[in-house]
């Protein structure tokens, strides 16, 4: 997360989408509807299901470590929900990490990463630990190569916790932009980067490291400053082992409805695009990429978190769970989202209350049910669906995203499985997020669903059959 004092503004990237991971057009951004929610029927279709072209499903599940200090410490008690999650990432960074400030209490220092650790431990993830490239453990030295290093030699020599994933500051695009280091270039960060890791390596060689994490200057063919991924990737070459971006797509006041239910394709445009700037510098197709913070909106200011699906409301819910969704279709290394407690509303779990929010339960939908292996679904107008079969390969598993203000019954056909069932056709509501679990053998299926009526109740996703 950026400095919420100064943030760059954002912009998207547009191009042709390459793999299909949702079909026509969402409904009017209307303001959500009071309780029931009534909505009339629409027109009937069909989803149809191909396991012609099995892919393994090798994407990590991710979220961010936030906060600390006199923030009040808002991940303690968030143990049990967390691992219920599944994650396999958890990230300790951003731009406190970094400045090694949070207000102006508490660094992140040694025993900051012992809770962090201890934590992430708890919880069933890998830590993604960030060392700092604005300030040292006092909030005002500029950190040198060595002081990564020591952090290296204390967290996996001295305590032995054995971290796997390293980074090396937090968003250094807007470093100039946010006032950090007037005029510092890509060609500073890459040397930063370079001396670092180096130094890093020489304190234990099995580590990797993410990079560069950068805000928003990642965008191919476009000439100046607006890309300092393809610069980086050539001036760093053999220092990285993933490389990393941030993606927020809207502002605050463009988190509507229409815009979160329609970015999946600009999602998977952004995605290839970041892909052509790693082929040009010579990485070969599967190389890892991840996208190490993400939330439909960098500004969760509970002030300004009034739009119809502003962070903490249930079509951010639906977003999280296509954005999540696609990712796996494009075999992203992770995706980790910012974050899992705070006091905007891009937290997933209240930091008061300590209860979910809808993008919480639209993360674990995926997360609790997709599959080991991917498959091809062809949606109908106005879905998403996402379609994976389990680990004995006899079960199919349909995320479907209903983005349309209908309800819409829908006929699902099988193609290319061992055994093609026979289902009845079923009718999903309106706006609603839905997990099919689809047996070969024609037993019933079982239904997961989340819906505007479940959030409004503060409810999670209900079993229905």
Known sequence: MRNRAAVAGLCVFGGILFFLVSCGSPGPDVTQQPPPFSYPDGPSGAIAVSGSNPQP???RFGQNYWCWSNYGDQVQGTESLVSALKLNVLRAGGYNNDANTSNGVDPFDYNQIDTYIAYSRAVGAEPILQVSLLADFDGVTRPQPSDAAAIVNYTNVAKGYGVKYWEIGNEPDIYSDQGSYPGYTVNDYANDFNRFSQAMRQVDASIKFVGPDLAWKYFPNVSGANDWLAAFLTLSSGNYDVVSVHRYPFDAQDSTIANALADAQTFSSVIQGVRSDMAAAGLPPNFPLAVTEANISWDGDPSHSIATASPQTFF???????????????????VNYWSLSEGWTTGFIDATTKLPKPSYYGFQMISNHVGTTLIQ??????????????ATNDTTILIVINKNATNNSETIVFSGLPTNPTVPAYKFPAYSLTCLTIPDNGSAMSVWSYTQAMAADGQPPERLQ
Not at 316 to 334: E, H, K, P, Y
Not at 377 to 390: C, D
């Open 57 to 59: 499903m090798t994407t």
């Open 316 to 334: 951010a819910g639906l977003w999280v769970a296509d954005n999540l969704s696609t990712a796996l279709q494009l075999n992203l290394w992770s």
């Open 377 to 390: 679904a062809t949606p109908p107008q106005g879905f998403s669906v996402y379609a994976s079969r389990n």
